[in-house]
Protein backbone atom coordinates (compact mmCIF):
# COMPACT_ATOMS: atom_id res chain seq x y z
CA UNK A 1 0.00 0.00 0.00
CA UNK A 2 3.10 2.09 0.85
CA UNK A 3 3.91 2.25 -2.87
CA UNK A 4 0.63 3.14 -4.50
CA UNK A 5 0.70 6.00 -2.16
CA UNK A 6 3.88 6.70 -2.93
CA UNK A 7 3.66 6.86 -6.64
CA UNK A 8 -0.06 8.25 -6.47
CA UNK A 9 0.82 11.15 -8.40
CA UNK A 10 1.42 9.07 -11.49
CA UNK A 11 -0.78 6.25 -11.16
CA UNK A 12 -4.28 6.53 -12.01
CA UNK A 13 -8.08 4.93 -12.67
CA UNK A 14 -7.97 2.94 -15.67
CA UNK A 15 -10.81 5.55 -18.56
CA UNK A 16 -11.54 4.16 -21.47
CA UNK A 17 -10.42 7.49 -23.55
CA UNK A 18 -6.96 7.38 -22.01
CA UNK A 19 -6.77 3.62 -22.87
CA UNK A 20 -8.02 4.60 -26.35
CA UNK A 21 -5.53 7.59 -27.06
CA UNK A 22 -2.68 5.30 -25.84
CA UNK A 23 -3.31 2.20 -28.11
CA UNK A 24 -2.91 4.59 -30.56
CA UNK A 25 -0.27 6.18 -29.77
CA UNK A 26 1.24 2.48 -29.39
CA UNK A 27 0.04 2.07 -32.95
CA UNK A 28 2.09 5.46 -33.84
CA UNK A 29 5.45 4.49 -32.66
CA UNK A 30 4.99 0.24 -33.93
CA UNK A 31 4.63 2.35 -37.51
CA UNK A 32 7.47 4.90 -36.80
CA UNK A 33 9.85 1.60 -35.69
CA UNK A 34 8.30 0.06 -38.83
CA UNK A 35 9.71 2.79 -40.73
CA UNK A 36 12.90 3.52 -39.32
CA UNK A 37 13.84 -0.41 -39.89
CA UNK A 38 12.58 -0.23 -43.90
CA UNK A 39 14.76 2.80 -44.10
CA UNK A 40 17.87 1.01 -42.17
CA UNK A 41 17.51 -1.96 -44.49
CA UNK A 42 17.64 0.26 -47.53
CA UNK A 43 20.63 2.17 -46.17
CA UNK A 44 22.57 -0.99 -45.95
CA UNK A 45 21.76 -2.33 -49.84
CA UNK A 46 23.26 1.33 -50.27
CA UNK A 47 26.78 0.62 -48.38
CA UNK A 48 26.83 -2.07 -50.80
CA UNK A 49 27.11 0.11 -53.20
CA UNK A 50 29.34 2.48 -52.00
CA UNK A 51 32.30 1.03 -53.82
CA UNK A 52 30.75 -0.69 -56.65
CA UNK A 53 34.27 0.23 -59.15
CA UNK A 54 35.87 -2.21 -56.94
CA UNK A 55 33.28 -4.92 -57.87
CA UNK A 56 35.44 -8.03 -59.81
CA UNK A 57 33.31 -7.25 -63.29
CA UNK A 58 33.63 -3.56 -63.00
CA UNK A 59 37.55 -4.15 -62.91
CA UNK A 60 37.77 -6.46 -65.06
CA UNK A 61 35.47 -4.20 -67.80
CA UNK A 62 37.76 -1.06 -67.17
CA UNK A 63 40.67 -3.45 -67.43
CA UNK A 64 39.41 -4.64 -70.97
CA UNK A 65 38.48 -1.63 -72.13
CA UNK A 66 41.53 0.46 -71.01
CA UNK A 67 43.05 0.95 -74.51
CA UNK A 68 39.61 1.71 -75.95
CA UNK A 69 38.56 4.34 -72.88
CA UNK A 70 42.31 5.85 -73.70
CA UNK A 71 41.76 5.97 -77.30
CA UNK A 72 38.24 7.89 -77.35
CA UNK A 73 39.98 9.89 -75.29
CA UNK A 74 42.98 11.06 -77.48
CA UNK A 75 40.58 11.55 -80.18
CA UNK A 76 38.42 13.88 -78.45
CA UNK A 77 41.37 15.75 -77.58
CA UNK A 78 42.38 15.95 -81.39
CA UNK A 79 38.79 16.92 -82.07
CA UNK A 80 39.13 19.96 -79.64
CA UNK A 81 42.24 20.59 -81.20
CA UNK A 82 41.25 20.55 -84.83
CA UNK A 83 38.26 22.92 -83.70
CA UNK A 84 40.34 25.19 -81.95
CA UNK A 85 42.31 25.28 -85.13
CA UNK A 86 38.95 25.70 -87.39
CA UNK A 87 36.78 27.77 -85.52
CA UNK A 88 38.50 31.35 -85.51
CA UNK A 89 36.22 32.79 -82.38
CA UNK A 90 38.05 31.88 -79.51
CA UNK A 91 36.47 32.19 -75.75
CA UNK A 92 39.34 31.58 -73.95
CA UNK A 93 38.10 32.01 -70.59
CA UNK A 94 35.41 29.32 -71.46
CA UNK A 95 38.37 27.08 -72.77
CA UNK A 96 40.07 27.71 -69.32
CA UNK A 97 36.98 26.39 -67.06
CA UNK A 98 36.21 23.83 -69.20
CA UNK A 99 39.53 21.95 -69.25
CA UNK A 100 40.01 22.31 -65.31
CA UNK A 101 36.10 20.55 -64.90
CA UNK A 102 37.15 18.32 -67.26
CA UNK A 103 40.74 17.54 -65.25
CA UNK A 104 38.57 17.92 -62.64
CA UNK A 105 35.87 15.23 -63.14
CA UNK A 106 38.81 12.37 -64.63
CA UNK A 107 41.64 13.25 -62.05
CA UNK A 108 39.95 14.67 -58.80
CA UNK A 109 36.13 12.39 -58.84
CA UNK A 110 37.51 8.55 -58.39
CA UNK A 111 40.04 9.83 -55.34
CA UNK A 112 36.35 12.09 -53.59
CA UNK A 113 34.60 8.74 -54.08
CA UNK A 114 36.54 6.72 -52.84
CA UNK A 115 37.70 8.57 -49.75
CA UNK A 116 33.60 9.48 -49.70
CA UNK A 117 33.10 5.88 -49.99
CA UNK A 118 35.68 5.11 -47.23
CA UNK A 119 34.37 7.75 -44.32
CA UNK A 120 30.83 6.53 -45.36
CA UNK A 121 31.92 3.11 -44.65
CA UNK A 122 33.58 3.88 -41.24
CA UNK A 123 30.50 5.83 -39.76
CA UNK A 124 28.08 2.47 -41.16
CA UNK A 125 30.62 0.13 -39.22
CA UNK A 126 30.42 2.58 -35.85
CA UNK A 127 26.86 2.57 -36.05
CA UNK A 128 26.31 -1.52 -36.73
CA UNK A 129 24.63 -3.07 -34.09
CA UNK A 130 22.71 -6.46 -33.15
CA UNK A 131 19.42 -4.93 -32.94
CA UNK A 132 17.08 -3.57 -35.18
CA UNK A 133 17.59 0.65 -35.54
CA UNK A 134 13.74 1.19 -34.39
CA UNK A 135 14.71 -0.82 -30.84
CA UNK A 136 17.94 1.23 -31.21
CA UNK A 137 16.01 4.69 -31.77
CA UNK A 138 13.16 3.98 -29.17
Same mark, same amino acid.
Given at each position: ?? @? &? !?? #?????????? +??????? *???????????????????????? @? &? !?? #?????????? +??????? *???????????????LIVSHKLDKDKIVTNIILAMTIFFVMP????????????????????????????
Amino acid at each position: MD @K &L !LE #FQDLLQVANI +LFDFLRD *IGFILLKMVAWLVDGLSSGLEGVY @K &L !LN #FYNYGPIKDF +LNEYNAV *IWLMASISIAFFGWQLIVSHKLDKDKIVTNIILAMTIFFVMPWALEQGATLTEAGANLLNNERSSSTETF
